[in-house]
């Protein structure tokens, strides 16, 4: 049949959420990849809730003692961060605290010492943007007249950075923040893979190596509409 017939009929079973039989699995493509989405979410939202809980901190911290010490570490922790590919990071994790430390295992899902690798070293480039753009931003807020007002009503010092000025400087990081879960599901496929984690991206990976397009398909779709979905809040959460 002509083409933009066949497009057509792909995407009204698409949005119905059948994109046909795992070529490999022999099973409806996308029920395979929603059963896989839990432990995917499970390291995403593991690893971004540990970026936002250094990554805002620190950069908090690095913006109001502005070329201390303290300041001057955050940034190179921070340049650092940028700079490390995802998978030589892990599997560096894996050999130093699995192998030679044996605190933690080299991988798979189960416990939290299962999660703790993976989400570390899945977050560890969201933090360091996380902390770049806040410690950026609360100087720019810190320098403003109503922080100075603030303090000149004699308000405590941490209401005044951690409340007035933090929540001024918010939207450019929770416009970071948000793009970055986006981003995060196409960072799950090389971790989970390293971590041998039982995911969506792990089975993207071995569909594309079996030729699996209508798993790799729904994987596509999936991600898509999670960047999305997750824009969406995004923009409503600046109210």
Known sequence: QPLWV??????????????GASLRFQQPAFQLVMERLSATTEL???????????????????????????????????????????FYLGIVSIIVFAVWLRWLPTG???????LLLPAATLSFNIV????RVTR????????????RTARAKGLDEWIVVWV????NAFIPVLTVIGLQVGLLMGGVVVTE?????????????????????????AV????????????????????
């Open 44 to 86: 995403a939202v593991g690893a971004m809730l540990l970026a936002i809980l250094i990554g805002v901190p620190a950069g908090v911290i690095a913006a109001y003692g502005r070329n201390t010490p303290v300041d001057i570490a955050v940034r190179s922790v921070t340049l650092l961060g940028q700079a490390v590919p995802s």
């Open 6 to 19: 066949q497009f057509a009929r792909f995407c009204i079973h698409a949005l119905q959420g059948d994109f």
């Open 164 to 167: 007035h000025a933090l929540r």
């Open 193 to 217: 893979t390293v971590f041998s984690w039982p995911g969506v991206g792990r089975l993207a990976i071995q569909a594309i190596y079996a030729r699996d397009f209508p798993v790799v398909q």
């Open 136 to 147: 950026s931003c609360m100087l720019d807020v810190l320098g403003a007249d109503y922080i």
């Open 128 to 131: 360091a943007l996380i902390a």
């Open 108 to 114: 798979g899902q189960g416990t939290w010492a299962h």
């Open 220 to 239: 596509v779709f999936l991600f898509a509409t999670i960047f999305v979905i997750v824009n969406l809040v995004v923009d409503l959460l600046y109210a």
